[in-house]
């Protein structure tokens, strides 16, 4: 191999290389990007209210809205397989009316139980904080569920 392929090989591979090193650099930017959006996405009252707090507090209402959230999983899980078997009842070739509201009134009951967990949750986290934590973090509680996941308030 002559000097002048050597050094052409070489300076090939040192773009490839500086491409590649770029290319994963930005990949991770745009990862840690996505991550941060969507963790602002999924509550964004309850966590932009809570950066007013001291972060003591901030770490103690975490816990408490994370036990909470915790405990109301199985209820969503439930409403979840519920709305499923409605519509597994809705599409079968002989459709059963009684049991899909059936199905469907399970779904609502699971739901509503777990958002009482929440709420529960969250007002009892609230019970420990002054009068303007309190003021901070009551908007959390203007919003329904589905809304809060999309950042936009209830109407």
Do not use: C, W, Y
Request: net charge positive.
């Amino acid at each position: 191999m002559s000097s002048r392929t050597g050094r052409t090989l070489l300076a090939a591979s040192l773009v490839l290389n500086l491409f590649l090193l770029g290319a994963g650099i930005g990949g991770a930017v745009m990862f840690d990007r996505f991550k941060e959006r969507e963790h602002a996405r999924r509550a964004p009252a309850l966590h932009a209210a809570m950066s007013d707090l001291p972060p003591e507090r901030q770490e103690a209402l975490r816990a408490v809205v994370r036990q909470a959230a915790l405990a109301a999983r199985p209820d969503f899980r439930e409403a979840r397989q519920a709305r499923r078997r409605a519509a597994e009842l809705a599409a079968a070739p002989s459709f059963d009316p009684a049991g899909v509201r059936a199905e469907l009134a399970r779904a609502r009951d699971a739901e509503l139980r777990g958002r009482l967990k929440l709420e529960n949750g969250l007002i009892g986290a609230m019970q420990d904080l002054d009068a303007s934590g309190r003021a901070a973090i009551a908007p959390a509680l203007a919003r329904s569920p589905g809304k809060a996941r999309r950042g936009e308030p209830r109407r």
